[in-house]
């Protein structure tokens, strides 16, 4: 669909503008370029998870404005913070999805970003929802060996309770990471000479429409931060 | 810079295992500001054993500023001073320094390096110090005075500076830490 590169630039900079000190209202904008984004991946079970959430969480933000004392603006705040959290978050979630990592090295050796930051970028991003899942899982055996408690045991035992998180896996980063590195080596990584890529890159018009929007939307977001 | 592709990789495995838990507690913070601090130090604890895994895997110089600069590209995305990209690097050269005097092996320098690499968050403080005015006026735009008057009494140009000094600290122990879980797990089961 999109380009790769456009769509790192419209998620970093939108990314960045989100969580930067600028007035609320970008995050609209943002929201609004993040729901035709997953409209033109057909993504509708996440688009609908979108718009829940943002009705959820600026409804909420919406209803404690009206009321007023120290503990409801604080909860005002702590949900707005959560929000802006949550739509770059979302953000991060859909670049991280939508683009396979071959497109991103294909893409950092078109634009001759060295090996030694691009392989390890490449990697980030393609185990950080390893990771993810693989803690999921550590969890529910933990669970299902009895090993972790209810929410209690695990404030009076904090250490604990993480070092039976973070030793397995670490354990299985450490597999994983041996098996990727002989996966690579085996397509030639580390090879001399120049890098070809397979994957064709194209720069088309929605490209340049996307680019486009976002550059209007850091200029309105950057005109109203200045005045 | 020259390195085998298999420490590229242990690179970018490490920085994955170490953003995911540094992420998971310092959300902590969302709650309560108070909050982070203890999602901050549990996640600098556990990253010691990160860290000395990663540091199994390193035979050239440069691979510790490297991690440094990954995490300060990354939560400059997130949202910190731009600031933090710098201190990461200056952070990451001084652990790299530090650590390449035992080898990347030996005990006691991998545990100083790993406490000075923790410094690589300072980036978040710094303008805490040196820009306080502009920072809290912002603070006070955004979140408004009663906000910023507490962030104003609670992180004072005193706590900031025992704040960096205890990230060190914290560091160390969580590098020691780190070192006992190597030699009682990974080592056991070959995998350091």
Known sequence: ?227 | MKFTPKELIALGIFTAVYTVIYMAFNMLGAVAPILQLVGATLATLLNGITFMLFLTRVRHAGLITLMALLLGILVTIAGHHPISIVTALVAGIAADVIASRGGYRATVPTVVAYGVFNLWVAGGYLPLLFMRDSVLSEYRRQMGDQWADAFNALFSPAVIIVLIIGTVVVGMIGGWIGRRALSKHFERAGLA
């Open chain 1, 1 to 227: 669909m999109f380009d790769v590169r456009s769509l790192v630039f419209t998620v970093v900079t939108l990314d960045a503008l989100v969580l930067a000190a600028l007035p609320r209202r970008i995050d609209l904008l943002a929201l609004a370029v993040l729901m035709l984004l997953l409209l033109a991946y057909r993504l509708w079970r996440q688009l609908l998870a979108l718009v829940a959430l943002a009705v959820v969480l600026l409804g909420a933000a919406w209803l404690l404005r009206l009321g007023s004392g120290p503990v409801v603006g604080a909860l005002g705040i702590a949900v707005l913070y959560l929000w802006r959290y949550s739509l770059a978050g979302a953000f991060g979630w859909f670049l991280i999805t939508r683009v396979r990592p071959t497109e991103f090295m294909a893409a950092m050796t078109r634009m001759r970003i060295p090996q030694f930051l691009a392989v390890p970028i490449a990697v980030v991003l393609r185990f950080v929802p390893t990771v993810l899942t693989e803690g999921r899982a550590i969890i529910d055996a933990m669970r299902m060996r009895g090993l972790l408690g209810g929410p209690l045991s695990v404030l009076r035992h904090p250490i604990r309770t993480a070092e039976y998180l973070v030793i397995p896996m670490l354990a299985g980063a450490v597999r994983a990471g041996d098996e990727l590195t002989a996966s690579a080596l085996c397509r030639g990584f580390g090879s001399p000479g120049r890098r070809t890529t397979i994957v064709q890159l194209h720069f088309g018009v929605a490209d340049v429409a996307l680019m486009l929007v976002t550059v209007a939307v850091a200029a309105y977001g950057f005109g109203v931060g200045l005045r």
